[in-house]
């Protein structure tokens, strides 16, 4: 199934932002769209352009896909702090100028779990590194949870975020905290309200996602 040119335009938007946060309840299409934005990059970059490191705690949604491009599955907790850490002196050193690597490095988390940790200070820097220099340093991070009230998603993340994509949610306390308005949200999967940095106005994307 082709995108939509307004499906496509939409996602060449997110390619550019740095920290996309997206939130809804189990069922609202929030892995549908992010699949689909993975299967809009792999027609954007080649492999060896772009790599991809999966943070899924719940080991559901994104355990058994295998999309085109490099697929880095990080499973155990000793090795989410790593690769956390890892990422974390990688956006410096690409910032800094003081790695040539050019390769986009998309990283996806999967649910809040990782905020519940020792080592959560990490893992808020990584986000906000991000949201301030992936751009410049070709790096992007997705955060994807159906739990976005405080504390399980930090207020300085959502307040960061450089793209804040809202499905449909259980609580309209929970669009509040995300978007700061209860004002026309999603209803059904496919429908989504997005805001581009704090300065953009709220937008709504109406789309049946493919399957």
């Not at 335009?9 to 769209?33: E, H, M, N, T, Y």
């Not at 306390?173 to 308005?181: K, N, S, V």
């Amino acid at each position: 199934m082709e995108n939509s040119p307004e499906l496509n335009d939409f996602f060449g938007r997110l390619d550019s932002a740095g920290l996309i946060l997206v939130i809804g309840q189990s069922g609202s299409g929030k892995s549908q769209l992010i699949f689909s934005f993975l299967d809009y990059l792999t027609e954007m970059y080649t492999p060896d352009e772009f790599v991809v490191f999966a943070y899924d705690v719940v080991r559901v949604d994104y355990w058994e896909k295998e999309p085109v491009m490099p697929w880095v599955k990080v499973a155990d907790w000793k090795d989410y702090r790593n690769e956390i850490l890892s990422n974390i002196q990688l956006i410096k050193d690409r910032t800094s100028g003081a790695t040539d690597s050019k390769q986009r490095v998309l990283i996806h988390i999967n649910e809040c779990d990782l905020f519940q940790t020792d080592y959560r200070d990490s893992v808020i820097e990584l986000c906000e590194l991000v949201a301030v220099n992936g751009q410049a340093a070709n790096m992007q991070l997705i955060f994807e949870t159906s739990r976005p009230a405080q504390p399980a998603l930090p207020a300085v993340l959502v307040n960061a975020a450089n793209a804040k994509i809202l499905c449909p949610v259980a609580s309209t306390t929970d669009a509040q905290y995300f978007l700061g308005t209860t004002e026309g949200l999603p209803e059904k999967q496919g429908q989504i309200k997005v805001r581009f940095d704090t300065s953009e106005a709220l937008l709504n994307h109406n789309f049946y996602l493919p399957r």
